[in-house]
């Protein structure tokens, strides 16, 4: 039997209600498989800084260096609850970027996807989104101006100011563009260079490599694409793009609109690789809107655990026996609430109806 140890953290807002819906999932694969996973639950987030002082305390560090994979819910609070907590102690600055960099995990999956029976939940018209939505964006997570030199003070104006510097060195860009390249080889082959290069040096050198590793994979087709012009060609013509490979901050933003074309962010999870290490997931924030009622979309976690067990675990079937549980309930009609327009037809369930549906479809699964 293989055994695998894996930290959980549930974090904040829908965090833990998702959270919950994936370890269900998670349980049936249990069943069905000769695996064996161990939890280890960790404190994360805004909740553990209000509980212990830190956002990240030691012994979840201890934890995740133990561990063979991380599965992280959310993290955050709303703008006035932040405030609450001192910025460089706030949870993106002092535990998610660190734990970016600790484990290096610098090509983040993205995938974004809407098959065309689905075509429904997108706001995009049907003869927009065509055969449907299949792109992988693969965003680079630990460079740039996320982790470049910050400096706050008062200039010589005597005007407060803030100074943030995007950072990137040949190698930090070379090893994702090779993940892109790689990832288009294994899909249909194109792959869009996302970048600013008509202002930004930083996007010149960025599209310098992008040319360069083209020529050890000719049989991919390159197109070199602003990143204001990719907004608006996300909701234009979705299905022109297949992998789309771009910097940290590009990809924190179109990632959030590839998840406003599907129709909820949602439907967003991801993965996040480093050389040895890998965590995973929700692409989308807390959504400290609707925490703790109970309808949140669980899609987002239950993927990124679906995209754990094919990434980090080679159980690359029983993922799409999750991924395909997932759709068989939204083919039977039923979704979250966040995926519901009108004359759509769906029928909205709570959080945790999603979760038990997919687990049973998942149980299910091979059954003739
Ligand atoms: P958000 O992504 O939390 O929410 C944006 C909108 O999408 C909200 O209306 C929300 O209700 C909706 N939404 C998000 N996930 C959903 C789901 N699974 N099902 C249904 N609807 C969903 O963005 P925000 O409100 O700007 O940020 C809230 C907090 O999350 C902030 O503190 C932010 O810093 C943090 N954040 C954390 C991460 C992370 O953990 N990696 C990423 C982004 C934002």
Not at 80 to 86: A, F, H, M
Not at 107 to 122: C, E
Not at 219 to 242: I, K, R, S, W, Y
Not at 342 to 351: A, D, L, N, Q, S
Request: charged share 25%; net charge negative.
């Amino acid at each position: 039997m293989n055994e695998y140890r894996l930290c959980v953290m549930p974090g904040d807002g829908i965090g833990p209600e998702i959270m919950k819906e994936g370890i269900k999932a998670l349980k049936v694969v249990e069943a069905r498989n000769d695996v064996r996973f161990h939890l280890m639950e960790a404190a994360f987030g805004a909740a553990a800084w209000f509980e212990t002082g830190s956002c990240c305390p030691d012994e979840t560090w201890a934890m995740c260096d133990r561990a063979d994979a991380i599965i992280k819910g959310t993290v955050g609070l709303s703008l006035e609850e932040s405030r609450k907590i001192p910025v460089d102690e706030q949870p993106e600055r002092s535990a998610l970027l660190p734990m970016r960099r600790r484990y290096d995990t610098f090509a983040n999956f993205r995938p974004v996807y809407l098959p065309r029976a689905f075509n429904h939940f997108s706001p995009l018209k049907p003869e927009v989104v065509g055969d449907g939505i299949d792109i992988m964006i693969i965003r680079e997570l630990v460079g740039g101006i996320y982790f470049g030199e910050k400096e706050t003070g008062i200039n010589d104006e005597g005007l407060r100011y803030a100074r943030e510097v995007l950072d990137y060195d040949e190698r930090l860009i070379k090893r994702t563009v090779d993940v892109a390249f790689e990832t288009a080889t294994k899909r249909r082959r194109k792959l869009h260079n996302i970048n600013k290069s008509n202002v930004l040096k930083s996007s010149i050198l960025w599209t310098d490599i992008v040319m360069e590793t083209a020529r050890d994979f000719p049989d991919v087709e390159v197109h070199h694409m602003l990143v204001d012009a990719a907004a608006t060609a996300l909701c234009l013509n979705p299905g022109q793009f297949d992998v789309m490979v771009m910097e940290n901050m590009f990809g924190d933003i179109l990632s959030d609109q590839a998840g406003g074309i599907l129709g909820s962010l949602g439907l967003m999870p991801s993965a996040c690789l480093g050389p040895e290490k890998a965590y995973y997931e929700p692409s989308h924030g807390s959504a400290p809107d609707i925490a703790g009622k109970n309808v949140a979309n669980p899609y987002s976690m239950i993927g990124s655990f679906a995209m754990m067990l094919d990434m980090s675990f080679g159980m690359r079937e029983e993922a799409d026996n999750l991924w395909k549980a997932m759709e068989s309930v939204f083919a039977a009609g039923y979704s979250t609430g966040d995926l519901s327009r009108p004359g759509g037809g769906i029928r909205i369930v709570g959080t945790e109806e999603f979760g038990d549906r997919v687990a049973d479809a998942l149980d299910r699964t091979g059954d003739s």
